[in-house]
């Protein structure tokens, strides 16, 4: 028999699914064995009340991260620094694009 268990990270959020030969017991693992689709369950919030996997709530974006559009045109000189950020954007991603690829290589 094979025993699966969802990870969970200390805000009881599934960060993984394991397939194990035996049984294990851990808090941070949950047993999903019977769960028809164990891996579906990352992500999710799981309630050790109920022991049912709910998706949580989204939270809300620091306001760096808040991608609200504009209401008023940016200013030439904002336009071109932004695009010196983007360009730098596009050139770290390449970067890192090259070395995954090396290293699967």
């Not at 990870?7 to 808090?27: R, W």
């Not at 799981?46 to 760096?64: A, I, S």
């Not at 970067?95 to 290589?105: E, G, S, V, W, Y």
């Amino acid at each position: 028999m094979q025993y699966i268990y969802a990870q969970l990270k200390q805000a009881n959020t599934c960060i993984g699914v394991s397939q194990l030969a035996g049984e294990v017991i851990q808090d941070n693992l949950i047993d999903v064995s019977d769960h028809a689709e164990p891996y579906s369950l990352l992500g999710q919030a799981y309630d050790r009340e109920t022991g049912d996997f709910y998706m949580p709530e989204p939270k809300p974006l620091p306001p760096e991260l808040d991608f609200t559009p504009l209401s008023q045109p940016m200013a030439a000189e904002d336009t071109t620094a932004l695009q010196v950020e983007v360009q730098a954007l596009r050139e770290q991603m390449s970067t890192l694009i090259n070395l995954l690829q090396q290293k699967d290589a």
